[in-house]
């Protein structure tokens, strides 16, 4: 798939309670990460790929996103927001930015930071029937601190999802905070109300053997928790 014409949409709207106090004054895509906001070193790791269409679906404190990125020129990106007023989970977010969604797009978590060739995640959707590709990683290849919480089959299809389960040993990959969707995802969301792609989307994509794997061998980081903060500080640093 041709760069220029990817779609990058990046959920970028949570409290980010796990940081606090840090985030009671700035949302979690603004934590500053080596000199600038987390989020910029996200949005310059599309740029460099050549991935310009970004969405960004906002929520709590989100005009501080707005104020900085704008319309993105300063990184050759085209920008737009979506903004939340009240929150409405991972996929009322992604509902409420349906007019922006082009066919195919990439969804990222705004705290997980992911260096892999994002061209093949979307190719592996459009080359597919699925409606949906989830990038995994197995942590036997270095820890991230986050549990296994995906089963794979042979074929490379999600069979189970679980971020409860403490020992599960079908259970071997993790979650890498990367996804691909077709625009017919929407139809799985509900009109109204807050919704979640993991607990009420992927169980239905699961179901009809709708959920693709893209794995990857390359750690992901995410700024979920103090702890993983300093550690992308040092990755950054380094």
């Known amino acids: 798939m041709s760069a220029d014409v990817m779609q990058a949409v990046i959920l970028a709207g949570g409290l980010g309670t796990r940081l606090w106090p840090l985030t009671k ?58 903004h939340e007023i009240t929150p409405l989970g991972t996929g009322g977010a992604l509902r409420e930015a349906r007019s922006l969604l082009a066919d195919t797009f990439l969804v990222i978590y705004g705290d997980s930071y992911l260096p892999i060739k994002y061209a093949e995640v979307l190719e592996l959707l459009e080359n597919s029937k699925a409606t949906g590709v989830v990038v995994v990683y197995d942590n036997s290849f270095g820890d991230t601190s986050v549990r296994n919480n995906i089963a794979l089959d042979g074929q490379g299809r999600v069979i189970s999802y679980n971020k409860e389960s403490l020992d599960d040993p079908s259970l071997t990959h993790v979650e890498a905070g990367v996804l691909a969707f077709g625009r017919r995802v929407l139809e ?40 993983r903060l300093l550690a992308i500080q040092h990755l950054f640093a380094s």
């Open 25 to 82: 004054e700035v949302p979690k895509p603004m934590a500053p990460v080596a000199g600038a906001p987390y989020l910029e070193h996200q949005l310059k790791l599309l740029a460099k790929q050549g991935i310009r269409d970004i969405v960004l679906l906002t929520g709590y404190l989100g005009e501080q996103i707005e104020q900085h990125f704008r319309d993105g020129h300063r990184w050759n990106l085209t920008i737009r927001y979506s």
């Open 188 to 227: 799985l969301l509900p009109p109204e109300g807050a919704v979640s792609l993991e607990k009420e989307i992927f169980p239905q994509l699961i179901a009809r053997r709708d959920l693709l794997a893209y794995p990857t061998r390359q750690r992901f980081y995410d700024i979920g928790t103090p702890e």
